[in-house]
């Protein structure tokens, strides 16, 4: 089982600036299975990137993921009032138990 | 357009069964290309995978675990429907639940569409 460690805990940013969110597994994987995911409060999680660079379907090209290996990042370019979330990690592939990191909060 | 809208009792007492359905619209629960999947989510947990059903010819059905030997995750086709069953409930039980569906093959951990959650509280 793969354990992905999410940092910084909190991310204090303003509107405008540059959110950088790291993700680090456990061990290597291939097939970049990386995903993220953004929880507003007292909503469910939705998904955003899949594949470690792919937007989900409606997802702002202000959001973008990178990474390989077992370094991974989620990147939000000029923060808008609804990002600020809390953002969660997550490896994924065809056999559980799937696990998510502990999650990141931006916060202005 | 994926929705699934869940229903069921916010308060459980300690020893009973939590019960939860998950009404399906826009899929199929029968559907070959999908997995159905209960998550919660509590501060002291964080968000944990529960488990799930999903057909391949034929029904298939795992879970967690945490939880085995209490969970029962079912697919109620007449209905389009999966529900949930969580026995001996404990106060550490109480968090939000989701209905979640998964993919197909390497992407069945990929959760692409959520429930609104239901949160459970445990307690006398």
């Known amino acids: 089982e793969i354990v992905v460690t999410q940092s910084p805990g909190t991310l204090s940013l303003s509107p405008g600036e540059r959110a950088t969110l790291s993700c680090r597994a456990s061990?290597?994987?291939?097939?970049?299975?990386l995903a993220w995911y953004q929880q507003k409060p007292g909503q469910a999680p939705r998904l955003l990137i899949y594949?470690?660079?792919s937007r989900a379907t409606g997802i702002p090209d202000r959001f973008s993921g990178g990474g390989s290996g077992t370094d991974f990042t989620l990147t939000i370019n000029r923060l808008e009032p609804e990002d600020f979330a809390v953002y969660y990690c997550q490896h994924y592939d065809d056999s559980p138990p799937w696990t998510f990191g502990q999650g990141t909060k931006v916060e202005i | 357009q994926v929705q699934l809208q869940q229903s069921g009792p916010g308060l459980v007492k300690p020893s009973q069964t939590l019960s939860l359905t998950c009404s399906i619209s826009g899929d199929s629960v029968s559907s070959n290309n999908a997995i159905w999947n209960w998550l919660r989510q509590s501060p002291s947990r964080g968000l944990e995978w529960l488990g799930r059903t999903y057909h391949r010819s034929r029904w298939y059905d795992d879970c967690a675990v945490s939880v085995k030997g209490r969970i029962i995750i079912k697919p109620d086709t007449s209905k389009n429907q999966v529900s949930l069953q969580l026995s001996s409930v404990t106060p550490e039980d109480t968090a939000v639940y989701y209905c979640v569906r998964g993919g197909a093959g390497t992407t069945a951990g990929l959760f692409d569409s959520w429930g609104q959650g239901t949160l459970v509280t445990v307690s006398s």
């Open positions: 061990q290597a994987f291939g097939g970049g299975y």
């Open positions: 594949g470690t660079s």
